[in-house]
């Protein structure tokens, strides 16, 4: 089983909302900064957004700025992306995963682990 598990997608309709979550073993969130990335068909990898672990700064794709949200919850070893006001250029398989702690070019940093990938569909 990958240590990384995420749960939350589905199919919404423009302007809907979703939350994703990632359950984490114990400790890795006093290592590591947490990240989402998303893939959609046909294009690369990208991140979405990430959490620090040094400071608990957080840091978003400019086009998803405003409309979602890190958040994560040690007691309950989980990090979430809240995601609002979801259009179709959202839809793709998206991932949680392991970054620098502080989350330093999170986008291309190197992964230790990531989770198994969960879809978002937006379609009316």
């Known amino acids: 089983q990958a240590p990384l598990v995420e749960s939350g997608g589905g199919l919404v309709q423009p302007g809907g909302s979703l939350r994703l979550s990632c359950v984490v073993p114990?400790?890795?969130?006093?290592?590591?900064?947490m990240a989402w990335f998303r893939q959609a068909p046909g294009k690369e990898r990208e991140g979405v957004s990430c959490s620090s672990s040094r400071d608990g700064s957080t840091y978003y794709l400019d086009s998803v700025k405003g409309r979602f949200t890190i958040s994560r919850d040690n007691a309950k070893s989980t990090v979430y992306l809240q995601m609002n006001n979801l259009k179709p250029e959202d839809t793709a398989v998206y991932y949680c995963a392991t970054v620098d702690y502080d989350c330093t070019n999170y986008g291309s940093s190197e992964v230790d682990y990531w989770g198994q990938g969960t879809q978002v569909t937006v379609s009316s």
């Open positions: 114990g400790d890795f969130l006093d290592y590591y900064g």
